[in-house]
């Protein structure tokens, strides 16, 4: 994370696959894939990173995980989006929305919550999801 804030995120992604290579449960690999999933330079690549993220996250039994889903559902859903798939985009925000409860009250959950509202807005509420 530190050298993605120093502007080197060749070397950041380096480390960050290094992580996943060495990964041993389902909280290191997910996080480790999640941060592969950032440096992804293609929307397919990214998707594919991301629901590596969301499956291994699926894997942890515990409460703090629960206000991940939103972000990862938000993450996939854009992927989606910038893929033209406007159905499954949807879906996905529907689910980061449904998540949403899980989310703190301060500055990253009003950030993720925007960031899905936004996305709704864009492609259209579909309360039949």
């Not at 992580?19 to 594919?48: I, M, S």
């Amino acid at each position: 994370m530190q050298l993605e804030g120093e502007g080197s995120p060749a070397e950041a992604a380096r480390l960050f696959q290094q992580a996943w290579k060495e990964a041993g449960n389902a909280h290191e690999k997910f996080t480790a894939a999640h941060y592969v999933a950032r440096h992804q330079n293609g929307h397919a690549e990214k998707l594919e990173w991301d629901m590596i993220a969301l499956k291994y996250a699926s894997e942890i039994n515990s409460l703090e995980i629960k206000s991940i889903f939103p972000s990862l559902y938000l993450n996939i859903a854009k992927d989606f989006e910038n893929l033209g798939d406007a159905v499954k985009a949807r879906e996905n925000y529907m689910l980061a929305n449904r998540y949403s409860t899980h989310l703190p009250e301060d500055g990253y959950g009003s950030l993720i919550k925007s960031g899905i509202n936004q996305g709704i807005e864009r492609l259209g509420r579909d309360d039949l999801i």
